[in-house]
Every structure is written in structure tokens, then in C-alpha cells.
């Protein structure tokens, strides 16, 4: 039932372009507070909702965002959970997709939307994209379905034309005000003179689970990127780094490595002391086969896992989820192949 109660929207300011100004002695943007923001969209009080907002006690650019201010963010949502309809998170873009990534795991059974925009120009310019995106992810937070439920109920991104899945989204350009995309999933909405939901995508968590939330995450993860060429000695080095207990391997095409005896031999000498390799490809779009080729079938038979068609922010964040809830290696390989909420296409 639609009860016809005005929605109740929580607004967390984290730092990002959207609030920043310029230094006026380098003319280096950084993060600036709050009240800027707001004084800079008077069209906010035309919004037909309840809107409370709260910030970072010192706003940051995204680039230095790490997994405490995950925690700060998801600490929020906990908190205000019961009290606030839906929550909008603003945050810089260039860490944005990390943290989506991060927050849609650490936000277990979440039911509610948590939308998470930003800006490519700050709110206070006059071509700023800061202020039609906020007004649009508060919208999108506020929107309920006939029956009063909210129509987004996960971790999404906002941005310019497109409401994505926030661990299938990634940053695409640096310069364009569309900066986000997912190569491997459809759009969650398309905004344009009105917002269209494309409901098949908008993910469905389980009834009747209670929301429960993670702050553990373990940063003993990394990134091997391949390239022709990489050497033995870097591959042996980067696998024997003290305390890695995952890695994500970025391969070739379908999920392709080099089959040389070395390089096999490396990866089943880091799977036999536990470590957790999980193959994703360097391509933009498309999924691992390991099956397809011979260089990646070599990899599998490794005991190197999986990642299917995850974002590279997505399969981190994952491996830093998985390890932080105390999982044994076994389990941890289990859950990387397994779609938690929504990441995977399997
Ligand atoms: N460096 C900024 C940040 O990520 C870029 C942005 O917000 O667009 O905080």
C-alpha cells in the first residue's frame, strides 16, 4: 500500500569534485563543506520530499578514500536505516565504482536505495552536472512503486543519463559528463525528459532477510595485471608479497595467460600456500571462458578461480569482503564464483 507519507531522504556528503572550489593560490580544486553545496541548488526546496543531510567530518577526494570511510559510509546507513526511506551518498568519481562495489557487499539484504553521485565540474560552476545529478539521485532514492516499496532496493550510481549497478559500473572518462558505464550489464534507468526504471534489471533481495552490515575488510589483496613480456622474476615477486591473500589476476581476452612453465609453475606454488587467484579479463566487456582455450584451461587447472565477467572494482572489493568475514580460503573460491548481489552474470 502506498501510504502517501513524503518520503524521508538521508543525503551523506563524502568530499568529490561536486563540492569542491578552487584554491585560490594553486587553483587546485579540493573538497570544500556542505553548506556550499546546498546554498549552490535552491531548486532543493522544490523537491515534494523530506531531505536531512549529513558530511564527512573532513571531506575528502575520492582518490583517498579507503576501506575505514567505506565503513564511516555504511556506519550511516545502519544507523539511519529505519529512520530514512532511502540515502544518497556523495562522493568523488574517481573512486566511486570501488566504493559502490564495496558498500553493496558490506550492505547485506540491504532493501533500500543508496544511490551514489557525484560530479564531473563542482556544483558552484555554471555548467556544473553536480546539480541535475543530485536532484536525480534524490528522486530515484525517493521512488516508490504502487504498492509504496521503493523501486531501487541496492547500490547504485547516478550519472548524467544513466543509473547503473554499482558493482557492475566502472569510470569510463575522465572528461565526459556520462563518465560512468557497465559493459557487462544493462542500464538500471535511463534519464532523460522523465526517468525510466528498466525493472527487469533492478535487483530483487530476498524477502524477509534482515539488513546486516560488515565493516571488515582485509586489504591483503592485489592486482596482477599480465602483459607480454612480464617477467618471472615480477610475477614470483608480486605472488610472494608478505601477507597476500588474494589476488586478482587481469589476463588476456577470454581469460588467457601465457603457458609457459614458469609462469604456470608460480601461480600452483602461490595456490598451494592459500592464496586466492581469481582471473578476470583485461577487456572492457565480456567474461572469462577458462575452458576455451588451452591458456586458460592451464590457468584453471592451476586452481586459479574464476571471476566470470566482474569488474575489476568489483572482484577486489569482493576479495577484500570474503577474506574480512573470516572465510577459509575454500569458501572464499566458493563465494567468487558465486553471484552475492547481482555482481556476476552466471
Ligand atoms: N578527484 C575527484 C574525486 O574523485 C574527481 C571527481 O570527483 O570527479 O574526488
Redesign the pocket.
Known sequence: MNTGRRSRILMIYT????GMIENPDSHALEPYDFEHLLDNVPKLKMLRFDIDSIQFEHP????SMNPTHWGEIAKVISDNYDRYDGFVVLH????MAYSASALSFMLENLAKPVIIT???LPIGEVRTDGEENLITALQIAAARDSEGNPVVQEVAILFENYLWRGNRATKHSADNFNAFKSNNFPQLAKIGLGITFNREALWRPLKDREFKVHYNMDTNVMYIDLFPGISEHTVRHLLSTPDVKGVVLKTFGAGNGPTDKWFINAIKEAVARGVVIVNITQCSNGSVHPLRYVTGLELAQAGVVSGHDLTSEAAIAKLMFLFGLGLSTDDVKRYMEYSLCGEMST
Open positions: 568530499g568529490g569534485t561536486i575528502l577526494d575520492s582518490s568523488g568519481t574517481d573512486t557525484g560530479s564531473q
